[in-house]
T-cell receptor, first 113, second 110 residues
Framework: GAGVSQTPSNKVTEKGKYVELRCDPISGHTALYWYRQSLGQGPEFLIYFQGTGAADDSGLPNDRFFAVRPEGSVSTLKIQRTERGDSAVYLC???????????FGSGTRLTVV | GEDVEQSLFLSVREGDSSVINCTYTDSSSTYLYWYKQEPGAGLQLLTYIFSNMDMKQDQRLTVLLNKKDKHLSLRIADTQTGDSAIYFCAELGNDYKLSFGAGTTVTVRA
């Protein structure tokens, strides 16, 4: 696609529920990143994929968070037993050459009530 | 990110120059970036600079890098109302991860 696409754009869920957030990167971009942005803060790193494998998942806050990229393209961020503190904008980005900068999607705004 | 610091707010008159400052701590950073975020939107890459450069100019944007002091700045010439946004400074570490500052909210007044 022309840009990084994230769906849904907004998600409201009840505390304790499971959610999946989808990211469709730019075609051909081998690197994919997930970030989380809380209100008034900069994006914080969650996980980085190079191809199908998670090259670095050190930013995932706990084992309720998991992400996959089974075919090296679309990625899904999965959050189990959601908590109110998980409310944030989840941003996905992709790149071909990291030094040229990442291209970000518009994000998924997750609200846990 | 805790390793990248920016002032939180900047107010500038339309037509004046804006200067947004940033300090970073990772001396191994190879590339430094400026991103723009408008309300409800993702981050848009504005420009970036390689760490062995002192300055980069791109139309109305000028990036200055003082590697000794780990200080980065973004100057926007002839600031317009469409420049109102949050500007993020970011550094790329050897691990290929971008670390962001908290962002500077720029408000352009008529």
């Amino acid at each position: 696609g022309a840009g990084v696409s994230q769906t849904p754009s907004n998600k409201v869920t009840e505390k304790g529920k499971y959610v999946e957030l989808r990211c469709d990167p730019i075609s051909g971009h081998t690197a994919l990143y997930w970030y989380r942005q809380s209100l008034g803060q900069g994006p914080e790193f969650l996980i980085y994929f190079q191809g199908t494998g998670a090259a670095d998942d050190s930013g995932l806050p706990n084992d309720r968070f998991f992400a996959v990229r089974p075919e090296g393209s679309v990625s899904t961020l999965k959050i189990q037993r959601t908590e109110r503190g998980d409310s944030a904008v989840y941003l996905c980005a992709s790149s071909l050459i990291p030094r040229d900068g990442y291209t970000f999607g518009s994000g998924t705004r997750l609200t846990v009530v | 990110g805790e390793d990248v610091e920016q002032s939180l707010f900047l107010s500038v008159r339309e037509g004046d120059s804006s200067v947004i400052n940033c300090t970073y701590t990772d001396s191994s950073s190879t590339y430094l970036y400026w991103y723009k975020q408008e309300p409800g939107a993702g981050l848009q890459l504005l420009t970036y600079i390689f760490s062995n450069m002192d300055m980069k100019q791109d139309q109305r944007l000028t990036v200055l890098l003082n590697k000794k002091d780990k200080h980065l700045s973004l100057r926007i010439a002839d600031t317009q109302t469409g420049d109102s946004a949050i500007y993020f400074c970011a550094e790329l570490g050897n691990d290929y991860k971008l670390s962001f500052g908290a962002g500077t909210t720029v408000t352009v007044r008529a």
